[in-house]
Every structure is written in structure tokens, then in C-alpha cells.
């Protein structure tokens, strides 16, 4: 194991004669040392500098890659130092300054001798210094090791001593022609024998002798395959593409370097050469427009090359990328091998602005492909060797036989003159939508105030006719004209998709407007669009009318909202200079609520939303420019930043909404109804011009313990807000598990529960009848919308429910007939002695019902423990807005009476209603009697009533009535024909 002690010593340490001791007086690399980027001058081993760095201005490493002082092999015996001098030179720049480290980043890392497997072992960049310090490793570990130093910054190294020189000890490093490492070798696009030269170094001490081997001499050789290289010295061994032997698309093998001594280990390089198939598919961009079947998106055609056209030179190139990336998509390819390929003659045009200043690299270039009609991008490849002027080709293979589209993206200055490979499939068109010269998938139309249309123009990118059917899921807020296209190869039509104010109410109006194409190999293409409407007396502010005064220089108290730090005042319009430090600068501009802080709140006034109801408003973000890259960088600065927070309960609490960084129109949209408040909380940030929502409405109020029907009268069909007192719970077990409740609810308004709750709180139930063999009433679920007059079964599965509702038209009664609806009202389909008989029917009722009701002994309705009672059972009483059973039959007839069951359910079951009416009597065959079943999805709390009483009741899971048949075994139903057993009793049918 190596143990090692790092530190800082300023003693002396005692060197052995025979050890390392290498002071760089010589003016070169010393013997058996190997640098990549470092040089020895004026008496020191020094990182090279390549002049002006930026990286390295902004506290970044360098980015000239990796960088290193390597020392010869060394034989270390256990408890030997390395001892060296180094101190952190001049030229740091600006790094500090940009919030990079003020520290040169300087490690230390070791190798077994042979194997260049590199462990960093020390790290002394908190230690460096502009003085000459000493520093130490101790090894306890006998072995034989190589280390390095790297830095990335300007560092010197004046000494180090310690270990042993082993002086028969070679290595070898294989590097392409005389610049860089190599380990693969992509030897383009060759058209004849096609050679280059590798350069085998020996960077240690003792003479280095390799074998040199092809793994496929038909395709690569070798110009020797003995190679004897002196210590510090190289050997050149040519590597050789023959043409004559390799096919079309790509062909490759391996140089293999196997050194004969055996403590190194060798070296490989892939070497790889591409054949163009002399029939393949080739586009040279020489008519200077863009060739059929190509799409685009900020690529231009000129000059006989295709280039980005809009070369990012703003804040984006300065900082080593782009403000977007950009693509050149090819028409539709036909792969019929793995082995074929695509080439592209492409170089780097320039103007990549600053991004080398800050660390950034040049231009780069990324390849995708899309399988044919899909419409989704993979990643082929990046090719991340840094572009130069000079073109170069580059090519992509191993793609499984089929039609493809490519695209090359990139984000900087790009040309490309030619493409070429696979087969051109002439006979498939493609389908793009783009609105404004960009592909497009959603669009906000904003809030218009009358009727607007958007042009979309459906493009045909390929290579065949194409037919497109266009629709729209919402005719009534927007309509598309034309609906059927057809589009020539390369050719485009425009769209249009109106937006009908008119036509929509207030809130959020969306659609998605579909583009089929009639070809089945293309997937249909879907925008979404979206308008906003407020209302004609929508709620407004703009500071500018109000706070007109003489001296503008003072800023003026916010008037009826809630603020801490916020302040009516003039920001500066942001231009020039000065507003790239952010430090203001230019005109002033309109009066906007604006704060310096996120530590302050600006909070509006109380105001009323429908959800969907949208609130629009205009947000100016300062301190950008500089300022904001000196925040990045740690320094400070204003990036204007917006945080939005709302309140359903008058601000007692806050959800957070939304984050905002840039300037423009922003829109919050309500996600409930309610009475809302808007929190906003920024740094460097200025609000203006909000419009949407309104004024709350009248309140009024319901309530279970009063009589209601005067305040009924006085707002019918009236807009108001609306408070009742009456609120429905889940039973809390207690340890953040809900048991379910059921409720009978009929309002006096309509109440859209998604408009006020998350989905899942609460079910909804209608009763309904069916009209099958068993003649079944059944609780059906009814969506979200409790509808004015309508009884409903509620069951709360969690939480509480409230029925506060805003903006909602009161009925002063509940209709008897609920006409055109499937629901329950009145029904005789009940065969009793030969006559049909009235069964009852499910009603609401907005007032209290008691005992003195003239039906009470027929009534039948749900108590809030869950329980369901007879009204003439001992103070029973019906509260207002309930539902409740009328039987409609007298159960002290000699004709009816009613048959109760109690079954015991376990917790969790579905609960079935079942009232079952039969003749008294002896003689009365009671199976012969239809059974009215009221079912519904209610998951009762565990220990709670099941029981209904007296007509209605639940059973179990497997029901109250079993039929079995003649063997005992059970049935699913009961039997339509032949002999069962039901209850003991045999019954044929």
C-alpha cells in the first residue's frame, strides 16, 4: 500500500547522492522528463503560456488540455521523499476579479511505472503561494512509479530531488504526427492510398524497442514492424490506408505497439478509413437557396455552402456557447447498410464571438437522426475537436437499414459544403408547422380584446406531394381555415387558426389544432393554442394616470395594496453601458411598482377569480448585462428575479406559484375559484399594468340551523358569492389515514367541485334507476358538478369539503323533475298484484324537513353519521339542502310491507342500497319480488354504521341473497331458467 504524507516544510531535507536532484539550469526538459504545455525557462520548469488567456483571466483551468511535467521512472524505497520547490507565478488576470479562484489549481499524481494509470495523490493549490515554498511526499511503499505535476494556472517549479533514477527504464508514448496523443485515428474521407504518420517517443531513460503490427494488413499497414527508439528520442512509423482493399461506408483496424519490455504495456490506436459509394446520394448547395427536401431553422444558403445564419454574438457567444442552437436537417435517406455512411465537408466560419474569453470553446457540431416519420430526435454524435477554418470531413455509420432524416446542429458560426451518403428516397414527403419562421408545438395568443387570428405555414420538407387534414378540438374559441391542404415537395401553406373572442366567456380558452397528413407513414403534428379573456368589468392597475406629480425624482407609497419596500417610481430604460454594469443609465421610463430586495413584498388587493380567470401584467427585470455575469461569478449583482406567491384565505397562507427571470408579459392563472391575493417578492424587478379578475361579488349567506328561503328569494338568479356554514368531513383516524364519509347534498347553485378542490377528494353520486331483470336503483357516479336542485350522495375520502362557492346564480327550489335525464324522479315500473305501484323517487329539498312533514313515515334520508333514517322514527329531522328517498307507498298497508336485513361489512367494501318490497301474507313467494338496489362506490369507515334502517340496508360483498345450485356450489347471479337454492329454498324458474 503507499501511504503518503503531504505538507509544507520550509527545513532542509537530506538528499542522498545518488537520488534526483533537478534544479532546470540547463534551459531544457531535462533527461527522462516529458512535458505536455509546460516548458523549462530562466532556470524553472513553468506551465508554457499561450499568451492572453481568458480562461485563465476568469479563474479557469486553461483550455489548452491536459497539461503536465512528467518525471522519469523513479525507484522509490519505503520511506523515501519526493521533495520539490514551486511557487504560483504572475499572470493570474482577472480571475479573481470574475469570481474564480485567486489559488493556481496544483496537484500532484503518480503512475505505476508502465502502466500511465494516473491517481492524483496531493493537492497543494490552498498551500501555493507567490513564494518559493518547499513541499514533500513520503512513500512506504517499495516500487517503481512515475509522477507528474499539473496546474491550471502559471505555476514554477525551481527543484526536486528524491528517489532513485531508474536509468534502463524506457516508455513509450504513441502520438499523431507531432502534436497530440493518440488512441484513434479517423482518417476522414479517403479517395486514393491515404497515409499518416505516427510518432513513437520514448519519454524515460533507457533505450525503448516495440514491435509495430496491423490486426488487417488488407486494408492498413505499417512501414516497419521493428521500431528501436533511444531514450528522450522518437521514431516515425507510417501508417497506411490501402484504397485498392477496402470497401464502401467504413472500414478500420488496429496499429498495435507491443514494447519487449515487459514492465510496459502496449498501445493500440483504432485506426479508421471511409470509402464514398461512387452511387450515393450528394447535395453541394451550389444553387445558393435551400434544396428541395431540406428544413431549416437559422441556417442560410450562400456562396455555394450552407451556414448558420445567425451566428450568436451576443451575451451567449461571450461565454463560450449560444443564445440557441440551430439545425440543417437533411431530406428523407434510405440506410439499406450498417456499413454505409454519411459525410459532411464542414469548417468553422468565424465570429464566434467571446467565448473563448470566458472559457469557452469554439464551434462545435452535433449530429441526430429521426427514424422516418416519427418526429424524434436521437443523438448520434458531438464531434468535439474544436473546429478550425480549414474544412474537414467528418461522417456517421452503424445505422440499422431503414429512412431516416439528420440534422446538424449547431450553435455558433458553422459552414457546410457538401453532404453526401445513403440513398435519396424521393417518394416520401414530411410534415413541419411553423408559425413565424419557427417550429412551433403550443402558442399563447395572449389576452386580445377582440377576435384575432395567427398564421401557421404547414411546410412540406421533403421529397413527394403531401395532403394534410387540419382540425381543431375547440371550434367554438378557435376555428382553422383551410381544413384540407395539399403541398407540393419543398413547397408551404399558410393556415390560419382565429381566435373568437365573441364567442368565449371569461378565463382560459384552449384547443389543439391537429395537421394530419393523409400518407400513414407521418404522424399527425398537434399545436396547442390558448387565449386568455377577462371580463368587461375586470379589475386594473397602472401607476402612471394616478401618480402624476411635479417633482418625478421622488418615489411615491404604494396606494390600496400591501407593501414592505416596494415604491412607486421611474426605473432607468437600461441602455448603454451603464446598464450592462447595472448600474441604471438611459431616459426614464413610466411609473411602475418597482423593489431593489426579495426580502420585500408587494400584495394586491382582494379580488375574485373563476379558475382558468387569468391575470396579466408587464414585469421589467434590471440589473442585467455585466452586473448579471458578475453575479454569476459570485461577485454580487442584480439579475432581476420574480417570485409570485397566492393566497386563497386573505393571506393567511401562501402557495408558491411561479419564478420569472425575464422581461415581458406574464400571466398568472387562477387554479381555483375563490377570492385570491398576489404576493410578489423580487430583486431588481418593476411591475406595471395588470389586468384580470374583478371585484368580489355580494356575499351571501346559507345556513343548516336557519331558515334560508328569504335570502333564496332576494338573490334568485342573481351572481353572488355565496357562504354556508355546512361543511363535510372524512373521519381522521388519527395517524394521517382518512376513513371515508358519505353525505346527501342539493344546492341552491351549481358547484363544479374541480373548480375548488384537487381531484380525488370527493365522489359524487346520482341515483339512478335500471331498468333490467332486478328492476335496480343504483348510486351512479356523476362527475364533478353538483347541479342547482339536484340531490347528490357525497362521499369526502380525505379532508374536509365546503361548499363557499363564488360567482354562482341561485334557485329559490328544487325542480320535482329533473327533466332530461337519465336520474331518478318518478317511476311505476313495480309490478304489485297485477298493477303497477309508485316505487319513490330521489329528491332534494332546500328547506329542513321534521316529522310534521305530511309524507315523514314515506321519507327516508342520511344522517351525517352515515346512517340512513326514517323520518318518523323519534326526533328525525331532515336539515336543508339534502337529498332524501320519498317511497311513495303507505307502509301500513295490508298490500306492501318491507323486508330489513343487517349484514355486518368489513371495512373497505363497496356498500349496496337494497330495499326489497313484498305482499303480507302466507302465501307471498317473496323471491318473486323485484329487488331495488341502491349502489354506490362508498368505502364505509371501519366500526361505523352499516346498517340501514328500515327500508334500506347494506350487504356484503358477495351480496345479501346467495344462490347456489343443486351441488352447493355458488353462483354468480341469479339464474335466468332451471333450479337453484336461495336462502334454503329450492326455486325453479
Same mark, same amino acid.
Given at each position: ?19 534526483m ?51 522519469p ?131 524515460a ?18 512501414s ?15 501508417a ?123 464551434p ?14 436521437e ?10 477554418s480549414v ?62 387570428t395567427?398564421?401557421?405555414q ?10 394534410v ?75 402612471e394616470p394616478?401618480y ?23 426605473? *432607468?430604460? /437600461? +441602455?448603454? #453601458?451603464?446598464? @450592462?454594469?447595472?448600474? =441604471?443609465? $438611459? ?8 423593489t ?25 427585470? *434590471?440589473? /442585467? +448585462?455585466? #452586473?448579471?455575469? @458578475?453575479?454569476?461569478? =459570485?461577485? $454580487? ?30 400571466y398568472f392563472k387562477?387554479?381555483?375559484? /375563490? ?21 368580489p ?71 339512478m ?44 327550489e ?40 305530511e ?28 337529498g ?24 373497505g ?47 356484503d ?9 343443486l ?23
Open positions: 500500500m503507499l501511504l503518503l504524507f503531504v505538507g509544507v516544510s520550509m527545513q532542509a531535507q537530506s538528499i542522498s547522492a545518488q537520488q536532484d533537478e534544479r532546470f539550469n540547463d534551459g531544457q526538459m531535462p533527461y527522462g522528463w516529458f512535458a505536455e504545455g509546460w516548458e523549462v525557462k530562466d532556470g524553472v520548469a513553468q506551465k508554457a503560456s499561450s499568451g492572453f488567456d481568458m480562461s485563465t483571466m476568469m479563474g479557469g483551468g486553461g483550455s489548452d488540455g491536459i497539461q503536465y511535467l512528467m518525471t521512472p523513479l525507484q522509490v524505497q519505503a520511506g523515501e521523499k519526493l521533495v520539490f520547490s514551486a511557487r504560483k507565478a504572475e499572470g493570474n488576470g482577472l480571475g479573481s476579479m470574475m469570481g474564480g479562484s485567486s489559488d493556481s489549481t496544483f496537484v500532484v499524481e503518480r503512475s505505476y511505472y508502465g502502466q500511465h494509470q494516473w491517481l492524483k495523490i496531493a493537492d497543494f493549490t490552498t498551500e501555493m503561494d507567490s513564494v518559493y515554498k518547499t513541499f514533500s511526499i513520503s512513500v512506504d511503499e517499495a516500487g517503481e512509479y512515475r509522477f507528474r505535476f499539473r496546474a491550471g494556472g502559471d505555476v514554477n517549479i525551481d527543484s526536486v530531488a528524491g528517489f532513485h533514477i531508474d536509468m534502463e527504464a524506457p516508455d513509450i508514448l504513441v502520438i499523431r504526427d507531432t502534436t497530440k496523443a493518440v488512441s484513434y485515428l479517423d482518417l476522414g474521407l479517403c479517395k486514393a492510398d491515404t497515409t499518416t504518420v505516427l510518432n513513437v517517443i520514448n519519454t531513460t533507457g533505450t525503448l524497442k516495440t514491435s509495430a503490427e496491423s490486426t488487417d494488413e488488407a486494408i492498413f499497414t505499417v516497419t514492424n521493428e521500431v528501436t527508439v533511444a531514450a528522450g528520442d522518437s521514431v516515425a512509423v507510417n497506411t490506408f490501402k484504397y485498392s482493399g477496402g470497401k464502401s461506408g467504413r472500414n478500420d483496424a488496429f496499429i498495435n505497439f507491443y514494447p519487449t519490455d515487459e514492465r510496459l504495456s502496449g498501445r493500440s490506436i483504432n485506426v479508421v478509413a471511409v470509402i464514398s459509394d461512387p452511387g450515393a446520394w450528394e447535395e453541394r448547395f451550389n444553387a445558393n437557396s435551400k434544396p428541395t427536401g431540406w428544413f431549416t431553422e437559422g441556417w442560410g444558403f450562400r456562396e455555394n455552402v450552407a451556414t448558420v445564419d445567425q451566428p450568436s454574438d451576443g451575451m451567449g457567444a461571450m461565454f463560450g456557447g449560444s443564445d440557441q442552437s440551430f439545425y440543417l436537417m437533411t431530406p428523407v435517406l434510405t440506410v439499406n447498410d450498417s456499413f454505409e455512411t454519411l459525410l459532411f465537408s464542414v469548417r468553422n466560419a468565424g465570429g464566434s464571438g467571446m467565448g473563448s474569453m470566458f472559457g469557452g470553446g469554439g462545435s457540431i452535433t449530429v441526430e437522426k429521426s427514424v422516418y416519420g416519427s418526429n424524434k430526435w443523438l448520434v454524435t458531438t464531434f468535439s475537436e474544436e473546429l478550425d474544412y474537414k470531413t467528418l461522417w456517421v455509420s452503424d445505422f440499422e437499414p431503414g429512412d431516416y432524416r439528420f440534422r446538424f446542429v449547431a450553435s455558433d458560426s458553422i459552414v457546410i459544403d457538401s453532404v453526401a451518403g445513403f440513398r435519396l428516397n424521393s417518394q416520401a414527403p414530411d410534415l413541419y408547422v411553423t408559425q413565424e419562421g419557427k417550429v412551433v408545438q403550443s402558442l399563447v395568443y395572449g389576452m386580445p380584446q377582440a377576435s384575432l395567427k398564421s401557421f404547414v411546410i412540406n420538407t421533403a421529397s413527394d406531394v403531401l395532403q387534414n387540419v382540425s381543431s378540438t375547440n371550434t367554438t374559441a378557435f376555428t382553422v381555415s383551410p381544413g384540407s391542404l395539399t403541398i407540393a415537395a419543398g413547397d408551404s401553406v399558410q393556415v390560419d387558426v382565429v381566435y373568437n373572442d365573441d364567442a368565449v366567456k371569461a378565463g382560459t380558452s384552449n384547443a389543439v389544432i391537429t395537421f394530419t397528413p393523409t400518407d400513414g407513414r407521418l404522424l399527425p403534428q398537434a399545436v396547442g393554442v390558448e387565449a386568455y379573456k377577462t371580463y368587461a368589468d375586470a379589475w386594473s392597475e397602472d401607476f394616478i402624476v406629480v411635479e417633482d418625478e425624482s421622488i418615489p411615491l407609497d404604494l396606494p390600496e395594496w400591501k407593501s414592505t419596500g416596494w415604491t412607486i417610481s421611474k426605473p *432607468g430604460d /437600461g +441602455g448603454g #453601458m451603464m446598464a @450592462m454594469m447595472g448600474m =441604471g443609465g $438611459g431616459e426614464a421610463k413610466t411609473w411602475m411598482a418597482t431593489t430586495s426579495d426580502a420585500y413584498e408587494l400584495i394586491t388587493p382582494s379580488l375574485q377569480a373563476q379558475k382558468g380567470d387569468v391575470m396579466q401584467f408587464q414585469a421589467e427585470m *434590471g440589473g /442585467g +448585462g455585466m #452586473m448579471a455575469m @458578475m453575479s454569476m461569478f =459570485g461577485m $454580487g449583482g442584480g439579475s432581476g428575479l420574480l417570485n409570485v406567491f397566492y393566497s386563497r384565505d386573505e393571506g393567511k397562507t401562501w402557495t408558491y406559484y411561479n419564478t420569472y427571470t425575464q422581461t415581458g408579459t406574464i387562477a387554479p381555483f375559484t /375563490g377570492i385570491y391575493n398576489l404576493k410578489f417578492m423580487g430583486q431588481s424587478v418593476s411591475l406595471d399594468n395588470f389586468l384580470g379578475f374583478r371585484w361579488l355580494k356575499e351571501v349567506q346559507l345556513s343548516d340551523a336557519a331558515d334560508n328561503q328569504p335570502t333564496l328569494e332576494e338573490y334568485y338568479y342573481k351572481h353572488v358569492n355565496v357562504k354556508y356554514d355546512r361543511v363535510l368531513s372524512a373521519q381522521n383516524l388519527g395517524n394521517g389515514t382518512w376513513a371515508p364519509q358519505a353525505y346527501t347534498v342539493c344546492l341552491p347553485y351549481t358547484f363544479d367541485l374541480s373548480h375548488y378542490e384537487e381531484p380525488g377528494k370527493v365522489k359524487l353520486y346520482r341515483m334507476y335500471i331498468d333490467n331483470y332486478y328492476h335496480q336503483f343504483i348510486f351512479a357516479e356523476a362527475g364533478n358538478v353538483l347541479e342547482a336542485g339536484v340531490p347528490y350522495l357525497a362521499v369526502v375520502l380525505h379532508d374536509n369539503l365546503s361548499f363557499n362557492a363564488y360567482d354562482v346564480q341561485m334557485i329559490k328544487p325542480p320535482i323533475y329533473y327533466k332530461g335525464s337519465p336520474f331518478v324522479d318518478d317511476y311505476e315500473d313495480l309490478m304489485l298484484n297485477n298493477v303497477y305501484s309508485h316505487v319513490g323517487r330521489w329528491l332534494g329539498t332546500f328547506t329542513g324537513i321534521t316529522t310534521d312533514y309524507h315523514a313515515n314515506n321519507l327516508y334520508g342520511m344522517t351525517d353519521d352515515g346512517t340512513w333514517t326514517r323520518l318518523s322514527v323519534a326526533e328525525a329531522a331532515l336539515p336543508p339542502f339534502r332524501y328517498y320519498d317511497a311513495d307507498f303507505d307502509v301500513n298497508s295490508d298490500e306492501l310491507k318491507t323486508n330489513t336485513a343487517r349484514t355486518k361489512r368489513a371495512a367494501d363497496d356498500i349496496t342500497f337494497q330495499t326489497k318490497f313484498y305482499q303480507k301474507g302466507d302465501d307471498a313467494d317473496v323471491s318473486d319480488m323485484p329487488d331495488l338496489l341502491f349502489v354506490g362506490d362508498i368505502r364505509p369507515a371501519e366500526g361505523g354504521a352499516t346498517a340501514i334502517t328500515p327500508t334500506i340496508h347494506t350487504i360483498a358477495d351480496g345479501t341473497h346467495r344462490y347456489y345450485d351441488k352447493g356450489q355458488q353462483l354468480k347471479s341469479k339464474p335466468q331458467k332451471g333450479l337453484y337454492i336461495e336462502n334454503g329454498i329450492k326455486h325453479v324458474r
